[in-house]
């Protein structure tokens, strides 16, 4: 019930909380277009075979030692399973001893040594 | 418009894998079926955070180019699309952070489009689905005064609609910060609205 003058009518007062609400609901109901501009894969292919043109010497390096990385390993394990059972022969010992005369001889008497 | 030739259709119905295998082996004309399936995405999503045009063209170029280059670091244990996806919000975002315009706007410059959908949310509460585009125009001159980090969260989670989880997956970002981060856009959003509504109306 309302006595007397009637109030004045007045707009709804803004709520930011809604008007937030609102304005995303309606930018989320109108995504941008998708649009492919015309031979736009042309233009990045042609920025794509400049790019692989304009060598980097510094990542051929890397690259060169990265794929050397894999025969030098090979030849590590390669060079160490020669040498363990290599060494497991007894004539290879058969120089030691000579070797030892050798150079003990020299070091015993120096004035004949070279 | 011209009519895929069916070489063209072949290629473009021959699986990601197969065309990164060979473009990583010297073939680099595979990666043009790439750039045909999934530029629409992308020039969808650098439409969101940059206005002109040619800015949005430089963003999806740049994605193609970065993509390029890092293809061998794609390990094909996740679809070659969320890959790509990622690479492009990290590159929005970059353009986000050297653009940063002067955050002082006074919103002076509104248009009458989008001075006409406030009056009509002011006057009936509502605003109709017909001046959508105003709406979406609003939030993104709403969204370019406000950081960059801001306008990356509102973009994924309020109008994306991605989750949290996403989020931190896609910027790299710990789960507590975006959810921070959330709560500082929202708040900085309210405050660019309610300056708005204080030039225009008070």
């Not at chain 1, 006595?3 to 989320?28: F, H, W, Y």
């Not at chain 2, 999503?45 to 063209?57: I, L, P, S």
Request: hydrophobic letters at 40%; one cysteine or more; proline letters at 5%.
């Amino acid at each position: 019930m309302r006595d007397g003058c009637e109030p004045e009518k007045r707009a709804p007062l803004m709520n930011v909380t809604d008007l937030q609400k609102k304005l995303i609901e309606s930018a989320r109901a109108c995504p941008p277009s998708d649009r492919v501009p015309y031979a736009f894969e042309h233009r990045v292919m042609a920025h794509v075979r400049s790019l692989r043109q304009s060598v980097d010497p510094v990542q051929i390096w890397a690259r060169s030692l990265m794929q050397a990385v894999l025969p030098c390993c090979a030849l590590l394990l390669m060079v160490a399973v020669w040498s363990w059972t290599g060494n497991e022969r007894p004539d290879a010992y058969e120089g030691v001893d000579e070797l030892e005369l050798a150079v003990v001889d020299s070091i015993d008497n120096p004035e004949e040594g070279w | 418009m011209t009519e895929p030739r069916p070489a063209d259709a072949l290629e473009s119905a021959r699986p990601d894998v197969e065309l990164i295998t060979e473009v990583l082996n010297g073939n680099v004309e595979s990666f043009e079926p790439l750039i045909q399936r999934y530029s629409p995405r992308l020039f969808a999503t650098a439409r969101r955070y940059a206005r002109r045009e040619t800015e949005v063209e430089d963003i999806v170029q740049e994605v193609w180019s970065k993509a390029f280059q890092k293809l061998g670091t794609w390990r094909g244990d996740a679809p070659f699309e969320h890959w790509l996806m990622r690479m492009a919000v990290h590159t929005c975002y970059d353009f986000l952070r050297v653009h940063q315009r002067n955050r002082e706007d006074n919103f002076s410059d509104i248009t009458r489009e989008e001075e006409d959908w406030l009056e009509r949310f002011k006057s009936e509460g509502d605003a109709r689905q017909d001046s959508a585009d105003a709406a979406r125009l609003l939030v993104q001159r709403i969204l370019s005064d406000m950081s960059p980090a801001s306008q990356l969260i509102i973009t994924l989670l309020e109008i994306e609609d991605k989750s949290i989880k996403e989020i931190s997956a896609i910027t790299g970002w710990s789960t507590p910060l975006v959810k921070v981060r959330a709560f500082r856009a929202r708040a900085e959003m309210k405050k660019r609205l309610r300056r708005i509504m204080k030039d225009k109306y008070l």
